[in-house]
């Protein structure tokens, strides 16, 4: 049972306020507005629907999230291309040389969760999910962050539901080649370092100063699609639109944190203290959600082609 200190993902509160009737019509207008969508999903995707665009930018409502993320992440076509079930992995005696590591990191895992602490049932299957994706893809076999993204996922569905969206992340949005490789994540960190030299040149001036590259500060946001940083009402929102615009969503994202403590990381006087900045949990605690969208989707535009074109850049610099 949440304590009443708690949100309903079992995290400390922070916001008492409670939504008013108008709000709640509102909401439940919307609900109903996604209900009508659902069959349509693919098609809309197939043909990157700009009214799905829209409503994914504006959030899908909680009441009904987990019949929206199975159809974008396309959960059904992933048990049809997978080898084994999830029920079959559960049940595997294979040994799996990475068990000792998952133990030490569910204990990691969100320490100021009432649902994920040791020995409840929400860790036990954190703990069995990660195992089962250690077994299915053995070439990476476990990677360290992957605790953060199954825990939150853990806090919205069953484990069995957890498996196959993170299976659809490593699968169909490449996700699996940064972590066998994480050498295969410089080429986002390439791309990142040219957006924040094109749209904050002044902190991208910073950074060059105190020598900070992306990888000291972007590479836990890269692993854990944000779910280590930005707490669950915004992390929610942006994987609601990671689903469909794939890793657009996380430079935006990045780009996002970065334009919000501007300030805070022009008056700082050294690497550490700019670290520390970006590196902090609790900063987006009180953050407006939809403010942070708004400044993620709104104030960096850019293309998928762009992104290419740095990636072959990166990838001509690497042959030289």
Not at 23 to 40: F, Q
Not at 126 to 141: E, H, K, N, P, Y
Not at 171 to 185: R, W
């Given at each position: 049972m949440i304590q009443e200190n708690r949100d309903h993902y079992g995290?400390?509160?922070?916001?008492?306020?409670?939504?008013?009737?108008?709000?709640?019509?509102?909401?439940?207008?919307?609900?109903?507005?996604?209900?009508?969508?659902?069959?349509?999903?693919?098609?809309?995707?197939?043909?990157n629907d700009d009214k799905l665009?829209?409503?994914?930018?504006?959030?899908?409502?909680?009441?009904?999230?987990?019949?929206?993320?199975?159809?974008?992440?396309?959960?059904?076509?992933?048990?049809?291309?997978?080898?084994?079930?999830?029920?079959?992995?559960?049940?595997?005696?294979?040994?799996?040389?990475?068990?000792?590591q998952i133990t030490l990191d569910v204990m990691r895992t969100f320490q100021t969760n009432d649902l994920i602490k040791m020995d409840t049932i929400t860790s036990q299957s954190?703990?069995?999910?990660?195992?089962?994706?250690?077994?299915?893809?053995?070439?990476?076999?476990y990677c360290q962050g992957l605790n953060y993204l199954a825990g939150s996922f853990l806090l919205l569905m069953n484990d069995e539901l957890v498996y196959w969206h993170l299976y659809s992340l490593l699968?169909?949005?490449?996700?699996?080649?940064?972590?066998?490789?994480?050498?295969?994540?410089l080429k986002y960190f390439y791309a990142l370092d040219i957006l924040v030299k094109q749209f904050l040149p002044e902190i991208h001036a910073k950074f060059n100063k105190f020598n900070i590259v992306p990888f000291y500060y972007a590479a836990e946001w890269f692993i854990t699609l944000f779910s280590s940083i930005l707490p669950m009402q915004i992390f929610l929102r942006v994987t609601d639109i990671f689903?469909?615009?794939?890793?657009?969503?996380?430079?935006?994202?990045?780009?996002?944190?970065?334009?919000?403590?501007?300030?805070?990381?022009?008056?700082?006087?050294?690497?550490?203290q700019v670290i520390a900045i970006l590196k902090d949990q609790k900063f987006f605690n009180n953050y407006d959600p939809d403010k942070f969208i708004k400044i993620a989707m709104k104030d960096f535009i850019f293309s998928k082609k762009d992104l290419h074109k740095y990636y072959d850049q990166f990838a001509a610099s690497q042959k030289k």
């Open positions: 995290f400390p509160k922070h916001n008492n306020q409670q939504p008013t009737k108008e709000e709640m019509l509102k909401t439940n207008a919307r609900i109903e507005k996604w209900r009508k969508m659902i069959p349509k999903i693919p098609q809309l995707m197939a043909n665009k829209s409503r994914l930018r504006k959030g899908i409502p909680e009441g009904i999230r987990m019949l929206i993320w199975p159809c974008l992440a396309e959960i059904d076509q992933m048990k049809i291309q997978a080898k084994r079930t999830y029920k079959e992995l559960i049940e595997s005696q294979e040994i799996s040389p990475h068990d000792s954190l703990f069995t999910v990660l195992r089962a994706i250690s077994l299915t893809f053995q070439d990476m076999g699968t169909k949005y490449g996700c699996l080649d940064t972590y066998i490789n994480p050498s295969n994540t689903w469909h615009e794939h890793h657009k969503t996380t430079f935006r994202a990045s780009l996002a944190i970065l334009k919000i403590r501007k300030e805070e990381i022009l008056l700082a006087k050294s690497m550490e």
